[in-house]
């Protein structure tokens, strides 16, 4: 079990609910891989849907029972997961390499690109996140992409400021200091050396904002701005059973609720975890 | 002593309170101005029926009856002379007379805010003979002259004259039941009735319109009594209304149909270099392919009525001779097949999604249809202010369309949607689609100008026929069912043109 012999790793597994929670997320992570495996019916394909089947009630012929259009809901959940897990992950990619490279640059080189930089993120950090994502939303256009591209904007700075944080000390060092009196040039510097050293914090944060990108997308689609109704994620679940909750259909919006409500649970518990085995200062 | 005095003063209190009868509406949309002439919209009619009188107007039957006006005749082909009421005032005490008219007239069709200035392009001009007879010259023989004179509302020729079109557009003067009290734009506008009313007094003191424009906000209201009657029930909260409230619907005026691109040999949302909708086998398909019984049952919860033609059977134009296709798929396929689609092909099917009831679901229950006969729909929603300059600009090859008749003459759908393009001549505004016929165009235009009511209707009839059946040019889907829910203090019969017009309604 070489795995295990990492110190970090066997200690993050001693943690119950950590572990629970990566169970969970693998779990989702296996339904939203595979989806045409699992799921009863492929919810895109109209082929397959039939008006018949028009909000079936859940527990029958529709584990969770069926939408309007005669669309299976669990079928449309593992669908929906996937958009979900698909836009909060590749917009942490981007904005932990945006936010990365901004808070290299800031915090090694200082000075007027520091104030530029850091200026930037203060002004955008006054506006709440959900109001810069839907003007964003609002002036392109539904589509993943750019709900992706989006969510980068509103979260590189939440790197960028952590990053600037860290190499500011990290800079100081004496293992940095000989680096440049060796002669290393700057961008090596930063890179090869500085980098290793904060990437500890940002994996935390990345791992707790990933829940956060998540919820950010949901809301905005729950308000019909973010994925196109084609290509339904969680969130636009929620959206279109919210239309008939009070009509007695609930199942259309609180099965997809609970597993938005799971899924940002199980990467919550596992952030925590990585925060408190990653944190040196927290150890006994 | 005390005592009784309080019981006395919580009893007239009481008995005042129950005296001043006031009636509360919640409605899905309010006015979005109280200026008679800028904007020919359901929700500002509706509301300013109650303030304003026409010369004529339509009854609860929908049949044309005497208002300002006390009769009407044609004196040969182009004039009409109208008498018109006399002992009428306005709210503010001016009487009615001819100059009004021939002002109103003015304003209605020369103001360049006015946005019914189509309705009356065919009257060439109103003439006063005495106080109280005015005569009306059209452009050539125009039958619809008294249809269209439901639309002008009269207004006070003294008041208007110094006032700005803001302050008349928060300020209306009329002759109608109810006057003008205050209007809180996005919350309520209240009426006081008009005891002076010629056609008899108004059986409630006050109406207050409370815009509701959140659907489960409107049910909660009806449910806790909020408001006596709201409109536009939710198809999916029947059930909840249905329990405690009475309910009723009525066969509106508003066809649902589905518009193609006819002429353009690449269509723009079309995939492949040639236009499927060029080819009649193609539309014809669309039409058979379409399982319009389950949108009715399954979207629409039942309300609404499968259609056949291009108005329902209470619009005079209506042809008991043309029905519904049934749903047959398999024609739907050999048809696509003979056109050279036998594996169907792809289009985007541009829908509004807040502007007809459920209509964002029944474009996705369309494309679910279509994909059974491989036709593969993308469903483009979008609110009705960006869907609507993208149609009428045709930017779209497939949308779907809504079209209230409320002339109550099917020469309202067939000039405006069918008749070729024509900007000179005023005639096919909103063919999107471009269909053109010549011969459907000089049976339209024949009809038109047809005095004799019988030849009329046949011309009509004949032009729907080649239209809809030889060439298909539109799908119609659905004629959509008005929804009402109020409670049993009131006695309320739903109008055909969906105007909420208190003068109709009563106490229990």
């Known amino acids: 079990m070489k795995f295990f012999e990492n110190e970090i790793v066997s200690e993050f597994f001693e ?77 942490t990619i981007l904005s932990v390499l945006i936010g990365l490279i901004a808070g290299l640059i800031s915090g090694y080189f200082g000075g ?150 799971l899924l940002v649970i199980s990467i919550n518990l596992i952030g925590d975890r990585l925060r408190d085995v990653m944190n040196p200062r927290l150890k006994r | 002593m005390k005592k009784l005095f309080l019981t006395l003063t919580l009893l007239v209190l009481f008995v005042g309170s129950s005296f001043a009868a006031t009636l509360n509406l919640g409605v899905a949309s309010e006015a979005i101005t109280l200026d008679p002439y800028v904007q020919n919209e359901t929700a500002t009619s509706s509301t300013l029926s109650n303030i304003f009188d026409t010369l004529i107007r339509f009854d609860a039957d929908y049949q044309l009856v005497p208002g300002l006006a006390t009769s009407w005749k044609a004196l040969d082909n182009i004039t009409w002379e109208v008498k018109l009421r006399k002992g009428v005032t306005f709210h503010n005490g001016n009487p009615f007379n001819a100059d009004d008219v021939l002002f109103s007239f003015d304003r209605f069709k020369n103001w360049e805010r006015s946005g019914f200035k189509g309705k009356v392009s065919s009257i060439e001009k109103v003439e006063k003979k005495d106080a109280y007879t005015v005569v009306f010259t059209t452009k050539g023989p125009y039958p619809l002259f008294p249809r269209k004179m439901t639309y002008m509302r009269i207004m006070d020729q003294e008041y208007c004259s110094d006032k700005t079109p803001e302050h008349l557009g928060t300020h209306p003067v009329g002759t109608g039941p109810y006057i003008f009290d205050k209007w809180i734009k996005g919350a309520t506008l209240t009426l006081n009735a008009n005891a002076k009313y010629w056609a008899g007094v108004p059986s409630y003191d006050r109406v207050v319109f409370k815009a509701l424009t959140n659907d489960s906000t409107r049910v909660a209201a009806i449910l806790s009594n909020e408001v006596d009657l709201i409109n536009r029930v939710p198809v999916k909260d029947i059930n909840r209304v ?73 619009v005079f134009g209506y042809d008991d001779s043309i029905k519904r296709v049934s749903h047959d798929p398999a024609k739907a396929k050999q048809l696509l097949a003979d056109a050279g689609y036998p594996d169907g092909f792809e289009v985007v099917l541009d829908a509004p999604n807040n502007r007809y009831i459920n209509d964002e679901q029944i474009a996705q229950a ?78 339209i235009e024949e009809s038109d100008v047809m005095i004799d009511q019988v030849k009329r209707l046949e011309l009509m009839k004949k032009a729907q026929k080649i239209a809809l059946q030889d060439d298909q040019n539109i799908i119609p889907l659905h004629y959509q069912v008005d929804l009402y829910a109020y409670n049993n203090k009131i006695n309320f019969k739903p109008r055909i043109d969906s105007h909420l017009y208190v003068f109709e309604m009563s106490q229990k």
Not at chain 1, 231 to 239: A, C, M, N, V
Not at chain 2, 292 to 299: A, R
Not at chain 2, 300 to 306: D, I, L, S, T, V
């Open chain 2, 366 to 443: 369309i494309a679910s249809s279509l994909a059974k006969v491989k036709i593969k729909v993308k469903v483009n929603a979008m609110p009705k202010s960006a869907y609507f300059p993208k149609v009428n600009s045709s930017d779209s090859s497939f949308n779907m369309l809504g079209w209230s008749n409320s002339d109550g003459d099917a020469s309202s759908f067939l000039d405006a949607c069918v008749h070729s393009y024509d900007q000179d001549k005023g005639y096919g505004r909103y063919n999107g689609g471009r269909y053109s016929n010549p011969e459907v165009d000089r049976l």
């Open chain 1, 15 to 91: 943690d119950k609910l950590a572990v629970a929670g990566v169970f969970i997320f693998i779990f989702f992570m296996f339904c939203a891989l595979f989806p045409a495996v699992l799921s009863p019916q492929n919810p895109y394909d109209l082929e397959q849907l039939f008006l018949e089947n028009s909000f079936k009630a859940p527990f029958g012929e529709f584990l969770l029972g069926s939408d309007e259009q005669g669309r299976d809901i669990l079928s449309a959940i593992m669908y929906g997961l996937r958009i979900s897990l698909y836009v909060g992950i590749a917009s």
């Open chain 2, 242 to 314: 249905k329990g405690s409230k009475n309910f009723i619907q009525k066969p509106g005026l508003r066809l649902i149909y589905l518009q193609m691109d006819h002429p353009r040999a690449d269509s723009p949302y079309v995939t492949g270099k040639i236009n499927p909708f060029a080819d009649i086998r193609v539309r014809r398909a669309i039409y058979y392919a379409i399982n319009e019984d389950n949108i009715v049952k399954y979207i629409m919860n039942g309300f609404a009525e499968p259609a056949g033609q291009f108005q329902p059977n209470v």
């Open chain 1, 112 to 261: 007027i690109v520091d104030t530029i930089i850091m200026r930037i993120a203060d002004i955008q950090l006054s506006f709440p996140a959900i109001l810069v994502a839907l003007i964003i939303m609002a002036l392109w256009g539904q589509g993943v992409t750019k709900i992706v591209i989006a969510i980068t904007i509103v979260n590189w700075v939440y790197y960028a400021r952590t990053a600037r944080g860290v190499v500011l000390s990290e800079k100081e060092k004496d293992y940095a200091q000989s680096a440049k009196a060796l002669g290393m040039n700057s961008v090596s510097i930063m890179f090869k050396e500085i980098l290793p050293n904060i990437m500890a914090p940002i994996i935390v944060i990345a791992t707790v904002r990933i829940a956060n990108a998540i919820i950010l997308e949901a809301t905005l689609s729950f308000l019909g701005l973010g994925v196109p109704i084609t290509e339904p994620s969680l969130g636009s679940l929620i959206s279109n059973g919210y239309q008939v909750l009070f009509s007695g259909y609930w199942w259309g919006s609180v099965f997809p609720g609970i597993v938005l409500m």
